[in-house]
């Protein structure tokens, strides 16, 4: 037996009836409490009752009868003096913003039914009515139900000993009914519980005439022989820092605000000792604190250290379409915070409303006596008293990935909705790790610029309403505000701290260097290196004007924030076909000029018209392709200038051949791999690992899907949606060009081969094959031109010769691989009823099948939804574009769109992204997800520069890493946080790769140097802290669990606490480690 709503905390496998979802009101002392069904709705307010009543799917006039009955029970009393005025008000105000909730699911709980105060001083309380025996009280709602009960069993509508049923058919939206309100411990009213028995969800009405400690009894004598329990209140506030509109908007409304929320909660809290709340959200609780007088701000301290108040991270976060740095980050923001302000550790995590939970969270996270208890609650106490009834737990292995919440209502939609909102986040992943690092390597500077700001809107935009791409469009875009005001000051950042670096921090050489990075380069554009060498550019004009050179440098830092060197390929535009690459000795560097694709050149002039009018004429642009070393936590400076004849090597051109459709192939080929495309089909035909000697046959093809409007016979008005992804057929349709044919056009070279097609006026795709490359590298870009009749969205379909027996693997948060069986569930039968839908994954990392001999693997650059819908089948979908709501909240259409020109015209946004495919051995291939992984995570950060001369002008560092000579993190381990600290502390984290047995050689337990690590600096002690860095790790003891199947198994332990002095650590597959460092000056 589970209990849900305002009894557990734990979620319930999807193959029972629904999860709770807990939402919030602005009410004092106990928070709403929302309880999905399946997709009904039926909620438990504080003060004012919500309630779901299952419409009639009969014409029993008995039922009929009954029917009336719960309505006029659930009509209630009159509300409270002032209170229609201030709903009209709330009305009015929803209307004129047009930003009000609808639909059935997924609430905010916006309804302020009392007057509030000020900052929360003394917010002030509705009044209570005595009498639990009036109309729209508990018992008259569960006297009304019952007799309805008894009808429908009568009428032989429901069966007498199942209650599976009775709630089949409830479309109807949640109806507020008034009840009084629950006084200190609940006192003379009720609560609605709901509880699931088997795979039956029982709605329970419980009358709670209590004074403090007495019993509870139930009310509904259908259930009273039902076991008896403790009920916990688990009074809480998810706030969502953005979903329906933006933060600061959220927090200082004149109705439904969040201050008033806090406000009134403290007020509650402070008047019963007794009452507990859970409030997640630092980004809303900070901005709420900072305006407090300093007397409330000490009675709030009070509230946490007695544990009335329990804090969480910065926002609750998705766990769909997050990688695992980005939650760990998130969530070590707001207990840092905590610890900062209050001293106090938060034990537990309250995710409760996250639309399926990844097993990645549970890994980051780590008494009956024949009476019922009713006690405000919080999760901490309610994890407390399950680990001293020393239950055994059973062992779930996998997640509780799809969701639904109907039998043709999968959350699988928002695994890709927003893709290009997912990259930027994904993007700024990599920006905000360099940055951090530069900001320790060269010390925090506390007035000027500095990665708080990032740090503050990456955190904010892991929430289950941000990275997932369920927020309106007006949030989505004060979402990417945020992140760019954060981006640009992590930006200068990394530039003014490669200037010290590069200068040896000499003012003279300092004051000659303006360095800028390039953010753009996913559309073809990065104005520092397209800079005119000849001195006509105006980023050049300024030396041009004092010193009239004959010649320019153009000087690129290339920063690698991994703690490996790499060899990678360096691509980016240039105006000048004629120039020669060295690097920071001097030495020339083999390099290559390629052409834009058409498509490439297209998106370029379109975003340039969207940002600020901007024109590139008729300018002659390229490709630079070069390869460049970097050391570990460290750069590489690399010089280019305008080729002189016969003085150093120059660039080689590419040759250009185009194919039209015919019989045969086209090959491209590298040194570690090989690809073949039909001239006839145009699509990728076989891939060879050169290494491994393995062989795959492919067939890669776009398809596009129909999604339902929601006019169906079966869950009508069930349309997909933002969330929701419901196609109207399992068919996806391919993508085909108006004559049936794809030209080819091949592009040849040293460094790189390319494949340029168009597969139609809306999607188009470059194959790419660098020189070293085991794998290829595919960039797509494709818009919806038209909406046409419903919503589309395209999935580039893999097909490999392969006998996967419908399984295939997906990571989960871009951490470990978990095995996904087509139509299954391994906790219980599965009902198809969505055969796509309900076999998609969330993707942060990739996707691969495997056989016995070999592994076929895509890797993606955001977060995306994937799927095995037939053996040897791999299915990505890469962009949505949509007409309908889907019901669940946000009640807008993601129907995204570039405007550009004059006049505007609007076309559905164009997204331009990369995903890679590999072919390999099972030997190979983990290495390869798991090191190219994390160059797709943290790449290259590109800064930029003009010189009138060579080298010694741009100063005596050309190349510089943090990292010991000759030392490099072992290949298993990965270095995923370098953070300064308050008081000269540096916080590092590190990270094991590999899942037991997925390599016999790196699933090893890995050791590394810490004082190797971090050079020339040399370390005065070192502590392991814990995951989110806000207690030592020796003062933890964790709670031990009883595991079905493993009671007598020995818990591995490390022999001995990290001793301060010890520079050597050790992980275990898959282990992370937290730890706090202090330098010898």
Not at 201 to 213: D, Q, R
Not at 227 to 249: K, M, V
């Amino acid at each position: 037996m589970a209990l849900l709503g305002v009894v557990s905390v734990g979620t319930v496998k999807a193959g029972s009836s629904g999860l709770a979802y807990p939402a919030v009101t602005p009410t004092a002392g106990c928070a709403c409490v929302s309880v999905k069904c399946g997709s009904r709705n039926f909620t438990s307010l504080g003060k004012n009752g919500c309630f779901a009543l299952p419409p009639d799917t009969t014409g029993s006039p008995s039922i009929h009868e009954a029917r009336r009955k719960l309505l006029l029970a659930r009509r209630g009393p009159s509300p409270p003096h002032g209170l229609e005025s201030k709903r009209s008000l709330q009305q009015e105000e929803k209307q004129e913003d047009s930003t009000g909730n609808s639909g059935t699911g997924d609430s905010d709980g916006e309804v302020v039914e009392a007057e509030f105060q000020g900052e929360g001083e003394s917010a002030s309380q509705p009044k209570t009515v005595e009498n639990s025996k009036t109309a729209g009280s508990p018992d008259e709602i569960g006297k009304a139900l019952n007799e309805l009960r008894k009808e429908r069993i009568a009428s032989g509508v429901q069966d007498a000993t199942s209650t599976s049923n009775f709630w089949q058919g409830v479309t109807e939206e949640t109806k507020l009914i008034e009840w009084p309100t629950l006084p200190k411990v609940l006192g003379t009213t009720g609560v609605v519980v709901a509880m699931i028995v088997g795979s039956s969800v029982v709605l329970l009405t419980v009358n709670a005439i209590l004074a403090e400690g007495s019993d509870l009894l139930f009310s509904n004598t259908a259930f009273k022989d039902f076991a008896r329990g403790t009920f916990g209140l688990y009074c809480n506030a998810f706030t969502r820092p953005i979903y329906l509109r933006p933060s600061i908007d959220c927090l200082i409304r004149k109705f439904a605000a969040v201050q008033y929320i806090i406000g009134s909660v403290v007020d509650s809290l402070l008047k019963n000792p007794d009452r507990k709340f859970i409030y997640v959200e630092q980004a809303f609780f900070q901005r709420w604190w900072r305006v407090q007088t300093k007397q409330l701000q000490k009675k709030v301290k009070k509230l946490v250290e007695t544990g009335q108040l329990d804090n969480g991270g910065w926002c609750m976060h998705d766990e769909a379409t997050t990688h695992y740095v980005d939650m760990i980050d998130q969530t070590t923001l707001g207990h840092r915070y905590i610890k900062k302000q209050f001293d106090v550790v938060p034990r537990i995590g309250w995710q409760i409303d996250p639309f399926g939970h990844s097993a990645v969270q549970a890994y980051l996270l780590g008494a009956e006596d024949g009476r019922v208890n009713i006690l405000y609650s919080t999760p901490l106490s309610y994890l407390d008293a399950k680990h001293a009834a020393n239950e055994t737990w059973p062992l779930k292995e996998d997640d509780f990935f799809p969701y639904a919440d109907c039998p043709h209502c999968y959350w699988t939609g928002y695994f890709t909705s927003r893709p290009s909102l997912k990259r930027y986040v994904r993007k700024l992943s990599g920006v905000l790790l360099a940055a951090r690092q530069l900001e320790f390597i060269v010390g925090k500077n506390e007035t000027g610029p500095n990665t708080d700001a990032l740090e503050d809107a990456m955190a904010i935009v892991q929430h289950h309403d941000g990275v997932s791409g369920t927020e309106r469009q007006h949030v989505a875009n004060d979402y990417a505000k945020r992140l760019s005001i954060g981006a640009a000051e992590a930006a200068d950042v990394i530039n003014k701290a490669l200037t010290r670096l590069v200068s040896g921090n000499k003012p003279s050489s300092a004051e000659s260097l303006k360095f800028e990075l390039c953010f753009h380069l996913n559309v073809s554009y990065c104005p520092p290196s397209e800079a005119d060498l000849s001195g006509e550019n105006s980023l050049t004009k300024r030396i041009t004007d004092i010193f009239l050179p004959k010649t320019f440098d153009q000087v690129l830092v290339a920063y690698n924030s991994l703690a490996w060197s790499r060899q990678e390929m360096i691509r980016i535009p240039v105006t000048s076909s004629s120039v020669t690459v060295t690097d920071s000795d001097g030495h020339p560097i083999p390099s290559q000029i390629v052409p834009l694709s058409s498509t490439a050149r297209l998106l370029r002039e379109k975003h340039l018209r969207s940002h600020g009018g901007v024109k590139s004429g008729e300018r002659s642009l390229h490709y630079l392709v070069f390869e460049a070393s970097v050391p570990p936590l460290g750069y590489r400076t690399f010089h280019i200038r305008p080729s002189v004849p016969g003085a150093l090597q120059s660039a080689q051109f590419s040759s250009v051949e185009e194919y039209q459709a015919g019989a045969g192939h086209v090959q491209l080929e590298s040194r570690g791999a090989l690809v073949q495309i039909s001239r006839e089909t145009g699509r990728i035909q076989k891939m060879k690992s050169i290494k491994t000697g393995v062989i795959a046959d492919v067939d890669q093809s776009y398809c596009w899907y129909n999604a339902s409007d929601g006019n169906t016979f079966e869950n009508e008005g069930q349309a997909s949606g933002a969330y929701i992804f419901r196609p109207n057929t399992s068919t996806c349709f391919p993508v085909e060009s108006p004559n049936g044919t794809v030209q080819l056009k091949v592009i040849r070279g040293p460094l790189v081969e390319e494949v340029h097609q168009t597969f139609s006026h809306w999607i188009s795709q470059v194959v790419r094959l660098y020189k070293d490359a085991d794998h290829a590298e595919i960039e797509f870009t494709g818009q919806f031109p038209s909406m046409m009749d419903l919503e589309k969205k395209s999935s580039p379909s893999s097909q490999v010769t392969s006998q996967s027996g419908g399984e295939f693997y997906t990571d989960s948060n871009g951490r470990d691989f978990l095995k996904r069986v087509r139509n299954y569930r391994s906790d219980w039968t599965l009902n198809v009823t969505e055969e796509v839908a309900g076999n998609y994954y969330p993707l942060n990392l990739g996707i691969y099948l495997s056989d016995k001999d070999k592994d076929f693997s895509v890797l993606v650059d955001r977060a995306l939804g994937g799927a095995s819908l037939k053996d040897g089948e791999l299915e990505v979908m890469l962009h949505r574009r949509l007409l309908y709501d889907d019901g669940r909240g946000v009640s807008d259409i993601q129907n995204e769109t570039l405007c550009t020109g004059e006049p505007e015209v609007c076309e559905g946004l164009t997204v331009q992204g990369v995903y890679y495919l590999q072919a390999s051995s099972k030997t190979e291939a983990p290495k390869w997800r798991r090191s190219y992984g994390q160059e797709i995570l943290s790449p290259l950060q590109l800064s930029f520069t003009v010189l009138e001369s060579a080298k010694e002008n741009v100063g005596p560092a050309l190349e510089f890493s943090l990292v010991a000579s000759d030392y490099s993190l072992p290949p298993n381990v990965a270095l995923i946080t370098l953070q300064e600290l308050e008081d000269d502390e540096i916080l590092f984290r590190l990270a094991h790769l590999y899942q037991v047995g997925e390599n016999k050689t790196l699933s090893a337990v890995a050791s590394v140097d810490t004082q190797a690590l971090f050079g020339k600096r040399r370390i005065d002690k070192i502590e392991e802290l814990t995951l989110t860095a806000n207690q030592k790790k020796s003062d933890v003891e964790p709670l031990q669990w009883t595991v079905e199947g493993e009671e007598n198994l020995i818990h591995p332990k490390r022999e001995r606490k990290h001793d301060k002095h010890e520079v050597l650590v050790e992980l275990a597959p898959m282990e992370i480690r937290t730890f706090v460092a202090t330098f010898k000056d």
